[in-house]
């Protein structure tokens, strides 16, 4: 695609221009503008990875459930949370050799739903106490050198220590100006924008600037949200039989 990849300097020097501070290093210097452009870039990676572009996401190296509880008498386990991760965006477990299901997202008071013993996954021949859902309790926190991994609660607790791996979207690694940014023309062109916003908020005369930066910035939102993969953004769409789409226990029954 044509302007698929750009110098970080040339995004820089597009934005000093719309913001008209093109030369003014004195009040935005060098180093001022290319952190600009990291917040913005490090931003619109993770606009787009909630809109349902899973374009950035990775996965950590596999690992075994714990099976037992993390606080005595409760019902759930806990997993870490990576320190390079920025966000989560699913738990896979994996129940058979070919065999990888996804946990649902829930909250701590959603814990409490899937507290239970029975099987979610009988219409996989899979029975007994099985991980049906995950919810995020602790961010990874602390200085960068010294920084401790957060924690995923996983329920009900495992009865078998099957392996699991995490999606999850890493922390943004800050570009230098001879960098090459790769992503789509619309991708840059959001940067740009939002850097003129950014520059104009430091401005107390350019409030035309700053409105025409934000309409345009939103409208290319707009456009990202049109092309944004549809199964994604409404979840998994796996085939349901359309007399009884939903089993005993809350999940979607599986064509045979």
Partial sequence: MAGQFQLVSAIIARAARQANILGQDDRWPAAEQLSQFNASAGELRLRLSNLGFDWFLERNTTAALPTTAAVTGETYAEIDWPITAQRIYGVHVLFQPDLWLPLTPTNVSGLRDYQGRHSHWSDYGISGREPRAFALRKAPFGAAAVETVGKIMIVPIPQTARSYTIWYLANFAPLVASDTFNGHAS??????????????????????????????????????????????????????????DWDDHGGPRMLP
């Fill in 187 to 244: 991708f840059a062109e959001w940067i740009v924008q939002d850097m003129v916003v950014k520059y104009s908020e430091g401005d107390e005369d350019v409030n035309e600037t700053h409105g025409i930066a934000f309409a345009e910035r939103l409208r290319l939102e707009t456009l990202f949200a049109a092309e944004a993969p549809k199964t994604q953004l409404a979840g998994t769409l796996p085939p349901r039989l359309a007399d009884d």
